[in-house]
């Protein structure tokens, strides 16, 4: 969840969407294996996301339980503007009062650290490397 929340609040400080999400994992035995999805409209939502990243990594169960795991990684594709992509039915705009927005507006003020997830409380985020400007 960590991961799949940083690699979105990228996605959004870029003003971009996209279609395609990644789960790339590296097992015991330094075999890799890809999967990805690609989603019927492009979204920065990060439940979305994470809801099919879940899906991808709930089908590699099996061999993770065969062979172990040693990395896991999130990838972003089919990336285009934010304000490019086509509405859906009914014309509803993005709402952007979400907890997305609320969440990227309270880290932009008071850094990254300042707030998370309350399924993150007490879970190690591991190191934190600074990021350039795009």
Partial sequence: MGLVDRVCRRLRAGHRVCRT???RLRFDDFAKATRSHTLASPTDDTATLLAALR????GCRGL???RGIT???????NLDD???IQLELPFQARDLTGLDAALDRV???YGSSSITRGALIGVNQGL???LLPD
Avoid at 55 to 58: D, G, H, R, S, V
Avoid at 71 to 77: E, F, H, M, S
């Fill in 107 to 109: 880290r932009d003020r």
């Fill in 128 to 130: 934190a490397v600074p």
């Fill in 55 to 58: 899906t991808l990594l709930a």
């Fill in 71 to 77: 990395l896991i990684g999130v990838a972003l594709a």
């Fill in 64 to 66: 993770i339980d065969e």
């Fill in 21 to 23: 999400v990644v789960l």
């Fill in 82 to 84: 934010a304000d490019a």
